[in-house]
Structure formats: structure tokens, C-alpha cells
């Protein structure tokens, strides 16, 4: 079996196109017999505490493990089948158990703690830093039965949150709405198209309509009947709740949030802090979950004017042109995009014809190879669906990175866009051999209807450019050190600024016209639609900024000042109270789909996104300057990438972010870029 098990080749890339549920299993064994040999070598009291000792024996050997669960998670996440997930499951709490164990085995604490750490490197020396700190983090300091509880908290809540991920994927999947023709009246038509192939699959009559973005955001914009897009705003936001039909009841997250949170708080008292807030700024940028709140009530009083007024706008102009006097939240997508056309004449239904899949991918590649002063290139790797690509990045002809990109939703596959490291660069201890880095780069665009490219909005551009952020942040680190290399070791209210930077390209006019081709005359982006698109570009900014700050004071009051045995909705009202400028209905439940903070990673880090986009436009003012001062953008390029991308988390973010611009960030510039300054 081992021989033939795609989940024990480590020769090269993953085997995606062999894989098969049977492997998860035998594979995840073996592996883990082998790290945990590993761990007892290396603990052993005639084991050497030296950094490149133990490397070779333990890292290697859990690099392993974390590469094949990788791709196995990656599978789960993508390609998800019944089979699939229940291998996934059964695995979950071994692996789990082990990695719990691991980070708080005080016989490797000592051994770390033993370790000269003068006969390091810098980059050893910042993830000797680093892996210290997670010790304590790990409850490498508990003793007995405090151990014994933290390791089975750490695994309920891995069970918890992959839960909690398969309900809001399933409540997702599970609803559709068959229209008829007239109800659609407004909808773009591909959009339609797409919609009458689907029930026509079904061997159904109409026109089947889902929750996934692609049909569910065109519908909320676009759609004239009101009644429509209330059966769909009321099904999207009351997904894996108790306020789903009584036949969606077994996705409801209620539960699993509630226990989820009182883990949380368990965790942080058992390793001494008051609350996983507390817990979770140890490793960021920010210094207290004090801090965080500040930051955020003070971005919402200087947005709040601007986001007044933004609503004002909307109510005005949906009574005198829309007769609407009394619009109701599912009517706001639809006001505002027909506000949007009166006030720049033109539509994101217009502008979508110009960016068709192909040509914005060419365009990307050619302002990163210029920028970066890099080659992008296709390459050959084994795929788990037809349309998946891989790409390889090259510098003087020498490989850097490689990375897959899966554009198209479907079915079975888990919403939003995201990146993910398949392995990281890494000097091999075992081998003395370089290892390149590897990402995968997720999204969830419409796919082509009726043999012609897809067509992206430009949103989803901006999406595309965000993920390629976080995918350079990975490839072009110059660091050999695995745990401080690419995105590893990197703040995680850090880790946005590179995606968040790329963003900026979005909205300039020599990038656009070079990735722009009309579908069906292949004419480039017209620069009078983009000026239009630009004086747009802060429409309702005000109101978004709210938006952010909303989600993001929600999480980080849910985990200080939060009782698990209260009903968060009581928290999520005060705080909607407090910030938002559009009542949302008492049914909604957008808490229960916040896969970021409940199965993400974001938990009590939620704010990092904006605090993140305080350093991306600070740092993109950079180039802007240099513009003014005609400096070629390659050189800024280049301090960019030399300061931030190749440092990886080889140093604290702030000294990276200092090296670049010569000094501390000032939210001046995300003001100023958002039209609020």
C-alpha cells in the first residue's frame, strides 16, 4: 500500500489526480508514526540541543505530515464528495491530537530552551523567537490535569470548526430557487443563461438560482422584482441558522458557536490570560485588544459622516426615481447599482463585458513580471479538476515559485477566494538542497456560457490581484529558514498588507488597458468608462468602511467582553446599533456563515483587514510619490519587494514595513484613497 499511496510521494508535487479518499488514512498513520519517532529522537536526553539537529530529524519529518494533510485539507476544501469528507473527519482529531501535543511537549520546550542561541543565524534566530512563544501558547507550561484539558479543548475545536465550515458549505449548497422568466426581468444575461442551464441539468423547468456569489450577487444588484430579491437576501443571511426553513434546521451553527466560544475563553484562562482577545494579539502587530477597538471606533466616527450621507443618497434617490420611500435592506444593492448608473452612467454589467478571464490573467502576469522583475510561465503538475492551471515564476532563468490557480465556483467547492501554501522555501537540512515554494491561488468566478471566456467583474479582478498579494508574499521570499519564510512567522494583522497592496493596480489606467478585451470586438477598456469607473471607484466607501468595522468590533467584543453563555445576537445588535448606518432585519444571522473567525483563522483578528489596509495604502503611496517625482516604478518595485516580500516573517512586520518607507504608517493615505479624507 505504501508504495502506491500518492499521499507518501514526496519526490515532487502533489499526486492531486490520484488521490482517493482510501489513501487519507493509511497515509496519515504512517506519517505520524514517523513524527512522532522524530519527536522522541530529538527529546531523547543524549539528542544535541542544536537548531539544525533537530531540523533535520523533526521538521523533516513533520513537514511531511503537514504537506500530505495539506493536500488532503486543500482536496476537502475544493473537491469536497461524502467520501472525502468523512476520511477528512476520521483523520482530523489524530492529527489534531498530535499537533496539540507536539507545540506543548515540555521535553522539547527544554530542548529549545537549551539551544545557544548566539551560533544562530537572524533567521533562526526570529523563529527560535517565534517557536518559544508558541510554547506557551501550545500550554507547554501546563502541568497535569491543566495539560490534559487544553489538548482536549484544541481538538473539540478542530472538530468544531470543520463543523462549522460543512454547514455554512451545505446551507449554501442546499438552497435553490427555480424563477421563472419574468422574475428575472433586469438580471444580465449571462447570468441567465447560466441560471436555465443549471434547471435544464436538474431536468427542471425555470431558471435555478443559488447562493453562491455568481447568482446571487447579479440577482441582489440587478433583478427589478423586489420580491425576488427578498426570497434570496432572506435565504442568504439566515444560512446555518435557527431562522433557515425548518428542512435547512440540521446546518444551524447556533451550538457550535456557543461551544466554540466557550473553548476560547476555557483556553485563555488555563494559559493565564483574561480572554482569547488577549490570547490572540500576543502574536499580531497590535499590542492589547484595547488597542484594536480604539482603531476601530475611531476609523467609524470618521467614516460615519460619509456613510450617512452615502445612505441619504440612496433613500433620495430610490424615492424619486425608483418609488421606493421605504426600501428595505434587500432593496440597497439594487438602488445602489442603479444610483451608480444614473450618477457615472455606466454598470458593473457593462464594464464586465471588457474583462474576460484570459486577458486579465496576461495583464496581472505582465505588471508582476515587470514589477518584480520575474518571469510567469505555464507549467505541468497533476490537477484534481480540467480548468485548473499551474504556473511556474522564474528569475534569470532560475525557478523561484510555482503556484495552481483554480478560478471557477462549482459545486463542492467552499465559497469566497483564498491562497494556501502547498510547501514553503526551505534550505533542506536533510538534504543541503533549496526547496521552492509552492501556492495554491482559490476563487469562485462564474465560469464561460455558450463556448465564450468567462467574464469578471471587476470586483472579481480586484479579488484576483488580492490572492496574487498573498501568492508573492509566499514565492518571491528569499528566506531559507521554513518557519519564517514566505507568510510564515508574519503578524497576522501583517499578513494582509502585500494582497491588499496589489489591490491598488486595479485602479490604475496604464495596468487596466493592458488587460482589458471586449468579448465580442475585442476592443480595450474605453478610457472615458474607466474615468467613470474611477469617479466611482469611492461610491459609498463610507458605508463599506462601516461594514468592515461592523464584522470586525463583532469579533473582537465576541472574544473580551462576550459571555459564551449569552446569545451573540444580543452582541451583534448593540454593535449594529452602534455602527451601522442600514438596519439589518431582526432575522438576519450573518454571524452563523463568519467562517473567517469560526473556522478562518481570524478569530480575534478580524480587524486585521483594516489594519492591514492602513499599511497597503501607505505603502502604495510609495509608488504614487515616486510617480510624481518620475522615478522609473521598477526601482520602488524593488525596495518593495527587497523590504517586504523576500523578508517573509524572517523580522517583526514594523521593521520590514520601516525598511520599505523609512518610518511608522499613517492611515493619511487609506483615508485619502477611500475618498474620506
Not at 427578498?230 to 444560512?239: G, N
Not at 463568519?594 to 489594519?611: E, L, N, P, V
Not at 510617480?627 to 525596495?639: A, D, H
Request: aromatic share 10%; charged share 25%; proline share 5%.
Amino acid at each position: 500500500m505504501t508504495n502506491q499511496n500518492p499521499l507518501l510521494d514526496f519526490s515532487d508535487l502533489p499526486l492531486f489526480d490520484r488521490i482517493q479518499p482510501e489513501h487519507v488514512s493509511p497515509a496519515v498513520d504512517a506519517l505520524l508514526v514517523e513524527s512522532q519517532a522524530a519527536l522522541e529522537k530529538v527529546t531523547a536526553s543524549d539528542f544535541p540541543a542544536n537548531w539544525n539537529s533537530i531540523s533535520a530529524v523533526l521538521d523533516v519529518a513533520t513537514e511531511k505530515l503537514s504537506r500530505s494533510w495539506g493536500a488532503v485539507s486543500h482536496l476537502n476544501a475544493v473537491a469536497d464528495t461524502p467520501e472525502l469528507r468523512a476520511a477528512y473527519n476520521a483523520a482530523l482529531p489524530v492529527i489534531t491530537e498530535f499537533y496539540t501535543r507536539l507545540g506543548a511537549d515540555e521535553r522539547l520546550y527544554a530542548k529549545y530552551k537549551a539551544i545557544d542561541v548566539s551560533t544562530l543565524n537572524a533567521e533562526q534566530k526570529q523563529a527560535h523567537k517565534n517557536a518559544m512563544r508558541n510554547f506557551v501558547l501550545s500550554g507547554a507550561e501546563l502541568v497535569g490535569a491543566a495539560k490534559d484539558r487544553f489538548a482536549k479543548i484544541q481538538e473539540r475545536q478542530a472538530e468544531l470548526s470543520q463543523k462549522f465550515s460543512e454547514n455554512a458549505l451545505d446551507a449554501t449548497d442546499a438552497f435553490a430557487y427555480f424563477a421563472s422568466e419574468s422574475e428575472l426581468a433586469g438580471v444580465p444575461q449571462d447570468v441567465v443563461e447560466t441560471a436555465r442551464e443549471l434547471a435544464k441539468a436538474e431536468g427542471k423547468d425555470g431558471y435555478k438560482l443559488t447562493l453562491k456569489m455568481p447568482s446571487y450577487l447579479p440577482v441582489m444588484q440587478f433583478a427589478t422584482s423586489s420580491a425576488l430579491r427578498e426570497v434570496l437576501y432572506r435565504a442568504y443571511s439566515t444560512r446555518a441558522s435557527d431562522q433557515a426553513p425548518a428542512e435547512f434546521s440540521k446546518f444551524d451553527n447556533s451550538a457550535v458557536i456557543s461551544e466554540i466560544l466557550a473553548l476560547r475563553l476555557e483556553e485563555s484562562k488555563l494559559l493565564g490570560y483574561n480572554n482569547f482577545g488577549e490570547v490572540s494579539v500576543v502574536a499580531k502587530m497590535a499590542k492589547s485588544p484595547n488597542e484594536v477597538i480604539t482603531f476601530l471606533r475611531d476609523l467609524a466616527r470618521r467614516a460615519r459622516p460619509y456613510a450617512e450621507k452615502d445612505v441619504a443618497d440612496l433613500r433620495a434617490f430610490a424615492a424619486e426615481h425608483l418609488s421606493l420611500s421605504d426600501p428595505q435592506p434587500w432593496d440597497f444593492p439594487y438602488i445602489a447599482e442603479k444610483l451608480k448608473e444614473a450618477r457615472y452612467s455606466f454598470s458593473e454589467q457593462e464594464v464586465k463585458q471588457y474583462f474576460t478571464a484570459p486577458k486579465v490573467l496576461a495583464g496581472l502576469f505582465k505588471i508582476i513580471e515587470t514589477l518584480f522583475e520575474v518571469a510567469i510561465r505555464e507549467d505541468e503538475a497533476p490537477v484534481w479538476k480540467p480548468g485548473v492551471q499551474f504556473f511556474r515564476i522564474e528569475r534569470a532563468g532560475q525557478l523561484v515559485g510555482q503556484f495552481y490557480l483554480d478560478q471557477p465556483a462549482r459545486t463542492g467547492k467552499r465559497g469566497g477566494a483564498w491562497m494556501d501554501d502547498v510547501r514553503a522555501r526551505w534550505l533542506r537540512p536533510d538534504t543541503c538542497l533549496l526547496q521552492t515554494p509552492v501556492a495554491h491561488l482559490v476563487c469562485n468566478f462564474a465560469d464561460g456560457v455558450g463556448g465564450k471566456p468567462a467574464l469578471l467583474t471587476h470586483d472579481d479582478v480586484t479579488t484576483l490581484f488580492h490572492e496574487f498579494g498573498h501568492g508573492l508574499h509566499h514565492m518571491l521570499t528569499q528566506i531559507n529558514e521554513r518557519d519564517v519564510s514566505g507568510i510564515s512567522g508574519v503578524e497576522w494583522d501583517a499578513v494582509e498588507l502585500p494582497s491588499q497592496f496589489m489591490e491598488n493596480f486595479c485602479w490604475e489606467w496604464d495596468v487596466l488597458k493592458h488587460m482589458t478585451a471586449h468579448v465580442e470586438t475585442g476592443e480595450p477598456l474605453p478610457r472615458a468608462l474607466f474615468d467613470k469607473m474611477l469617479a466611482a471607484k469611492n461610491f459609498q466607501s463610507g458605508m463599506q468602511t462601516l461594514r468592515q468595522v461592523e464584522f470586525s468590533l463583532f469579533d473582537m467584543l465576541l472574544h473580551t467582553s462576550h459571555h459564551p453563555s449569552t446569545d451573540v445576537m444580543n452582541l451583534l445588535n448593540e454593535v449594529r446599533q452602534e455602527v451601522a448606518v442600514i438596519k439589518a432585519p431582526p432575522y438576519s444571522r450573518t454571524a452563523h456563515t463568519f467562517s473567517h473567525i469560526f473556522s478562518g483563522g481570524y478569530a480575534a483578528g478580524y480587524y486585521s483587514y483594516k489594519w492591514a489596509e492602513v499599511l497597503s495604502a501607505d505603502a502604495y503611496a510609495a509608488f504614487e510619490e515616486a510617480l510624481k517625482q518620475g522615478k522609473p516604478q521598477v526601482e520602488t518595485g524593488r525596495k518593495y519587494r527587497e523590504a517586504i516580500l523576500e523578508a517573509g516573517g524572517s523580522r517583526p512586520a514594523m521593521e520590514s514595513f520601516k525598511a520599505f518607507r523609512g518610518r511608522e504608517p499613517s492611515i493619511d493615505a487609506l483615508l485619502r484613497h477611500q475618498g474620506m479624507a
